[in-house]
């Protein structure tokens, strides 16, 4: 029995350790958690947020470095910072690990021997001076930081990507055929991914340095100072007594703050506690509710005049100044809200909700007078661009004027306190982004090692045969796929490496096709089934995420259409002769109006199939500006509307013939 029982005792043991190895192993392929440490370690963590904010405005202002040595501090910084505040596991404890205190020292040491070394890896020429045993330690240490951090914050897919890169690096040349590539030696490998500017260090962390990180600030700075519920005021004062006033107050507050704050995610998370809760009480679905809030945050990247920050990464990329950007992207954006809009106007028909009660509608002179100089920022802001500065110092600008205009009432001052609060906070929401900026930054080092892109184009023609259609099918797809829980930013960043040349060997204008890559970057934050917004919305609804990504992805139709529309018509970014632009403007609306109507089922009346058929189509038709096409589509859409009209006075009619009283005109069911 002694025997027995050890051996019992023996074969416990060996299976308690297979289950800890399995835990361990399957933990990699885990997402951790976000949380602010505890003790010293919350006063290190501001410490270093606040060093880190310094020195952003100094750069942003006056400061002038070289953009491969203001990235490398930058990432010096916010690695560790990342590592304190990212647990490696969802079940880990509040604070870091040892290992994660061991993991950040090692990063911001190598980090710091990079930063006092760097005049030497500037003037060093690539693939000729050869690198120490210290350079390539600190390189491997920082890219071993970039994949855990990727992992920790955005989890095993964009991690997978990022390991299925490195490998084809080392093993393509094992490949025979087109995908195949010469040798690449561990040493060129961390020198392309860490010593040159296409890798950890290339141009999208050199925007999240510079304008993502300031504008980012803005917005914090913005909401800090009282500016959040003025707009929300404004919009209730504007919206609420409407139909459905309140879902209108939400679809354009949530726009305003997202075309600011240019995250989805956060904007839902900061409109979203508001606006989702009251709309339930009014008697919208949870999802409805959640779907609004995140269609209309979802759209605020490819809302002028800020975008969030994809816009910069775009003239970036392409060399278009971002005020082309943003003018051209005008007209899209109107439309986009414009079929939100009246999705929330047709569904409040339908549902017989009314507008908001008197008493929650702000008087607007009161509300006027208590937050007008909010506008004087954003004024600022643009005056600055306009003016030609660049977007850091306008940011900068438009930084300042907020802290003074907070200081017009005693309530909304930015104090001392507020302050650090604020650059905490804003390091502490940039770092997920950073790090996904420079994971996407290893995916460009890879493609410049490999000669990828050239292959990835001849993959998407071998798919799609040449055909325009089809490529644009399979781009849009792509961006989706690859915003399964990433970044905007950092969506396209990874598209605009590898689909744009693709697009662009088509003979597709540049403007077009980034602006394409951009807004189906921002779709994927709301598309089935891994919306990240949708599951922010989710959480606040308390719905099912893939209903509302459902939902939000029909309120948004429009703006999936637009971006194949405007490839083909080059009216619809404000670009070519003036009596066009304003066709294809008006024409659109029409459009988008009798989609909203479609997709919906409702215009006066209830409609059946066949007319939510017809105005489906018409309204597809008027979207492309076309003389003969419009024609037949306005004819269409107009007999439907008359046909709703009079069905609706008929049944007032049969009403008022059966009650004692008459009934007036209602658009109730």
């Known amino acids: 029995m002694k025997v027995e029982g050890v051996g019992l005792l023996k074969k416990s043991l060996v299976v308690k350790t297979m289950s800890g190895k399995a835990k361990w192993f399957t933990s990699l392929f885990q997402e951790g958690y976000r949380a602010v440490p505890q003790g010293i370690t919350y006063y290190l963590f501001v410490g270093l947020a606040l060093v880190l904010s310094a020195f952003e405005l100094w750069l942003g202002s006056v400061g002038n470095m070289s953009p491969y040595y203001y990235s490398v501090v930058f990432l010096t910084f916010i690695l560790p910072i990342t590592l304190l505040t990212t647990r490696s596991t969802k079940k880990a404890s509040a604070n870091p690990s040892v290992m994660d205190y061991i993991f950040a020292v090692l990063t911001l040491l190598s980090g710091a021997y990079i930063v006092i070394n760097v005049k030497s890896f500037l003037t060093r020429i690539s693939g000729v001076d050869p690198l120490s045993n210290i350079d390539l330690a600190a390189a491997f240490v920082l890219l071993a930081a970039v994949l855990e951090l990727t992992r920790r914050t955005l989890g095993f897919g964009l991690t997978a990507l990022l390991l299925i890169g490195i490998g084809y690096a080392f093993l393509g040349h094992l490949i025979p055929g087109t995908f195949g590539h010469r040798s690449v030696t561990l040493e060129r490998f961390l020198e392309e991914m860490v010593f040159t500017a ?224 604020i650059f905490t906070s804003v390091v502490y929401s940039i770092a997920p982004l950073t790090v996904a900026t420079a994971a996407a930054g290893i995916i460009i080092g890879v493609i410049n090692l490999t000669g990828m892109a050239g292959k990835f184009t001849s993959l998407i023609f071998t798919l799609t045969g040449g055909s325009i259609l089809l490529s644009l099918i399979v781009s849009a797809m792509i961006c989706i796929v690859l915003g399964m829980g990433m970044p905007t930013p950092s969506v396209y960043v990874l598209v605009a490496a590898l689909v744009a040349p693709a697009l662009m060997q088509l003979g597709l204008e540049l403007l077009p096709v980034h602006l394409f890559l951009v807004f189906f970057a921002a779709l994927s934050a709301i598309t089935p089934p891994v919306g990240v917004a949708a599951f922010t919305a989710a959480g606040i609804a308390n719905a099912n995420p893939l209903s509302i990504g459902i939902q939000a992805s029909k309120l948004a139709f429009v703006g999936f259409v637009i971006p194949f529309m405007f490839v083909y018509q080059p009216s619809l970014l404000l670009q070519g002769d003036v009596g066009m632009i304003i066709f294809t403007a008006i024409t659109a609306l029409f459009g988008v109006y009798a989609l909203a109507a479609a997709f919906e089922g409702y215009l006066i009346s209830q409609l059946n199939l066949v007319e939510r058929i017809l105005l489906l189509i018409s309204g597809l038709t008027m979207i492309y500006p076309d003389i003969t096409l419009n024609a037949i589509a306005a004819i269409g859409i107009a007999v439907i509307y008359i046909r709703s009209r009079n069905q609706v006075k008929h049944q007032v009619k049969v009403k008022a013939g059966t009650e004692e009283q008459p009934v007036a005109l209602t658009h109730s069911r």
């Open 198 to 421: 296409n890798g950890i260090f290339g141009s999208p962390v050199q925007v999240a340095a510079t304008y993502a990180f300031l504008f980012i600030a803005f917005g914090h700075f913005f909401q800090a100072a009282g500016a959040g519920q003025f707009i929300f005021d404004i919009c209730a004062v504007f919206m609420g007594r409407r139909v459905g006033g309140l879902a209108k107050v939400a679809v354009s507050s949530a726009g305003v703050f997202g075309s600011i704050s240019g995250s989805p995610s956060a904007d839902v998370a900061t409109t979203g506690s508001i606006n989702i809760p009251m709309m339930k009480k009014r008697g919208y679905s949870p999802v409805f509710a959640g779907g609004v809030e995140a269609a209309a945050a979802s759209g605020g990247t490819i809302l002028p005049p800020i975008m969030g920050s994809v816009a910069f990464l775009m003239a970036e990329f392409t060399g278009i100044a971002y005020v082309d950007i943003a003018i051209a992207t005008i007209l899209c954006a109107v439309l986009y809200y414009v079929g939100i809009y009246m999705q929330v106007h047709f569904r409040s028909l339908k549902l017989n909700l009314v507008g908001m009660d008197d008493k929650d509608i702000p008087d607007f002179w009161k509300t006027f007078k208590s937050g007008f100089y909010y506008v004087f920022p954003i004024i600022i802001l643009i005056w600055a661009m306009h003016k030609g500065f660049t977007p850091s110092l306008a940011a900068c600008y438009g930084i300042a004027a907020i802290f003074i205009f907070s200081f017009v009432r005693r309530s909304t001052w930015i104090t001392p306190k507020h302050l650090v609060e």
